[in-house]
């Protein structure tokens, strides 16, 4: 069999299985152990979180792991409704968003009360900008987007999406889901204005995967989140030249979890 859906998931590479088999032998404390070994671990950790704010342009400061991408989705989503509800209750989203948007957004609609708009989308997955714009009221706090779709490979316009969101209503913030942009898209964070609330964010070459979260709630409310896999928190950062991707998925190369 000739397996080509790496989207979906991959096969884990030899060295990460090796470097994962190692930490997870060597290095097994509870981080918040107040004894050496939990001490290394804790150490491990930060250091790990150091090099990936490195690689993002970001502050370690601003990063927070989570279990998964569904629950960074679930957590900037419902964050950020349950905290501006007080403001309206209107939100949108699309009508081809990752199972773990699109049933957040209904949840709050069948559960909590919020009003939900989708955007349409053409037949190769493109979104209908004018659409979305006319959907935009005084009350709408929220609209979420993905970047890269993961069925058809559609690359939305973010950039553009975020201006018009905020040239119709400044106070609504913008998610966008990035499951499937890192690894396929050259990205750094340092270049997104406050405007652009969330992101979600997926290395996708290996099969084992790890999450965070990453807010900022002091700088004009902007909130961003991402998923990143294990194949870039089991390496060691190293000086040396590579293409983004390849960097991100192998620069890193003694973090433990």
Not at 38 to 64: D, F, M, N, T
Not at 73 to 80: D, E, M, R, S
Not at 151 to 179: C, F, L, Q, R, W
Request: charged share 25%; with cysteine; proline share 2%.
């Amino acid at each position: 069999m000739i397996y080509l859906d790496y989207v979906a998931t991959t096969p884990l590479d030899e060295e990460i299985r090796s470097t994962y088999t190692k930490l997870l032998t060597n290095y097994f404390a509870n981080s918040d152990s107040a004894y050496a070994p939990g001490y290394e671990v804790s150490r491990l950790i930060e250091q790990s979180r150091s090099h990936i704010a490195k690689l993002l342009h970001v502050s370690p400061e601003e990063l927070i792991f989570t279990s998964c991408a569904s629950e960074s989705n679930n957590t900037a989503i419902k964050g950020t409704a349950f905290q501006y509800m007080n403001r309206g209750k209107h939100i949108i989203t699309t009508a081809f968003e990752h199972s773990s948007v699109a049933n957040t957004f209904k949840q709050l609609e069948e559960v909590f009360g919020f009003e939900v708009d989708y955007v349409s989308v053409d037949s190769k997955g493109h979104l209908d900008l004018e659409e979305l714009e006319s959907l935009i009221r005084e009350d709408t706090i929220l609209v979420s987007t993905m970047y890269v779709n993961n069925e058809v490979g559609t690359i939305n316009p973010i950039h553009e999406i975020a201006s018009i969101v905020h040239k119709k209503n400044p106070k609504t913030k913008y998610h966008v889901d990035m499951v499937q942009a890192l690894g396929k898209l050259s990205i750094t964070l340092d270049d997104m204005t406050n405007e652009e609330l969330l992101e979600v964010l997926n290395s996708y070459r290996r099969k084992k995967k790890y999450f965070r979260l990453k807010i900022f709630d002091q700088l004009s409310e902007m909130t961003v989140s991402f998923q990143i896999n294990t194949a870039a928190l089991l390496q060691h950062f190293v000086q040396i030249q590579r293409p983004v991707n390849r960097q991100l998925h192998l620069s890193l190369h003694k973090f433990l979890w």
